[in-house]
Nanobody, 119 residues
């Protein structure tokens, strides 16, 4: 099992940046593919980005390509999401999640961190 705790959210003006972190504890962090999801009020949760356990392969939602960067530091058991050029439509609760088998079946979730972008 792995426990996940997100941080780094906040209120930012459009065009601003934030760096979200997800600290993992428990089982070896490098055993999991990791992902960032977000959910805005009244919408379904969507995957924003994911990264393979060795950090080589990444995926991004089309609407965030070129603005968001996902990375991980397996030595520090931490996942990151650098979010730049934020837009009001990026406002959501952002969650990190862990995929143990690499099949896109997310086994563990954090509690989320709120990102609010003002126009």
């Amino acid at each position: 099992q792995v426990q996940l705790v997100e941080s780094g959210g906040g209120l930012v003006q459009a065009g601003g940046s934030l760096r979200l972190s997800c600290a993992a504890s428990g089982r070896t962090f490098s055993s999991y593919d990791m992902g960032w999801f977000r959910q805005a009020p009244g919408t379904e949760r969507e995957i924003v980005a994911r990264i393979s356990r060795n950090g080589i392969k990444t995926y991004f939602l089309d609407s965030v390509k070129g603005r968001f960067t996902i990375s991980r530091d397996n030595a520090k058991n931490t996942l990151y999401l650098q979010v730049n050029v934020l837009k009001p439509e990026d406002t959501a609760v952002y969650y990190c999640a862990a995929d143990e088998r690499g099949l896109g079946q997310w086994d563990y979730w954090g509690q989320g961190t709120q990102v609010t972008v003002s126009s």
